[in-house]
């Protein structure tokens, strides 16, 4: 079962662009790479998937190079609301449909 | 369009104790998953429902068991709690694709076992 890793956490400013990558070293031919959002007690929200290349939404872009062996969420100017934990999943075991959620990275935003 | 919605939103029962947990799906999907996330951990894939029936399953015991009705809402039982059910509870629904589908959560209900 492939795994996806990335950053623990990571601390940043209002305003500043936030990029954080994650790599899926064994992701396979049909997996897609979604990231999700996730605020204290609250469910996950979707954020953006994507396959290859770039995909870019009114929240957020994903960066994904030709080996798909890696992808980087990048966050435009964040803001305090932006606090929370981002993760990265790989679509895998299409038998189950099961989504794998890692520890995902705690972003801080500070004034 | 509605959004995935679950209920209750927090519940208290004691160990020993059966609950019952409720999911609607966002209009227009057919397939429902259910999560177990612990404090601090990424959530843990219970199951999954589709065309009223378990079609995948994590790593959780018997006594964790489900429903999906035609309308595609769901309920999660869990009998015999144990302390270590305490958890957030989260619902996810989604449209079934040949391959990719992308999973909508509810806001969750928070468990706690005494």
């Known amino acids: 079962l492939a795994k996806t890793t990335q950053p623990i956490s990571m601390d940043s400013y209002e305003g500043q662009e936030v990029n954080i990558t994650c790599s899926h070293n064994?992701?396979?031919?049909?997996?897609?790479i979604t990231w999700y959002q996730q605020f204290p007690s609250q469910g996950p929200r979707f954020i953006i998937q994507g396959y290859k290349t770039k995909v870019t939404n009114e929240v957020a872009s994903l960066f994904i190079p030709a080996d798909r062996k890696s992808s980087t969420l990048s966050l435009p100017r964040v803001s305090l609301s932006d606090t929370a934990v981002y993760y990265c999943l790989v679509y895998l075991d299409t038998g189950r449909r099961a989504l794998t959620f890692g520890s995902g990275t705690r972003l801080q935003v500070q004034p | 369009e509605t959004g995935v919605t679950q209920s209750p939103t927090h519940l208290i029962k004691t160990r020993g104790q059966q609950v019952t947990l409720r999911c609607s799906s966002q209009?227009?999907?057919?397939?429902v998953s259910w999560y177990q996330q612990a404090l601090g951990q990424g959530p843990q894939f219970i199951f999954q429902?589709?065309?009223?029936?378990?079609?995948g399953r994590g790593n959780f015991p018997p006594r964790f068991s489900g429903l999906q009705f035609p309308n595609y809402s769901s309920e999660l039982n869990v009998n015999a709690l144990e302390l270590d059910d305490s958890a957030l509870y989260l619902c996810?629904?989604?449209?079934?694709?040949?391959?990719?589908?992308?999973?909508?959560f509810g806001p969750g209900t928070r468990l706690l076992v005494l």
């Open positions: 996810a629904s989604s449209f079934r694709a040949e391959s990719q589908e992308t999973q909508y």
């Open positions: 209009s227009g999907h057919n397939t």
């Open positions: 064994n992701i396979a031919t049909n997996d897609y």
């Open positions: 429902y589709y065309r009223e029936e378990e079609n």
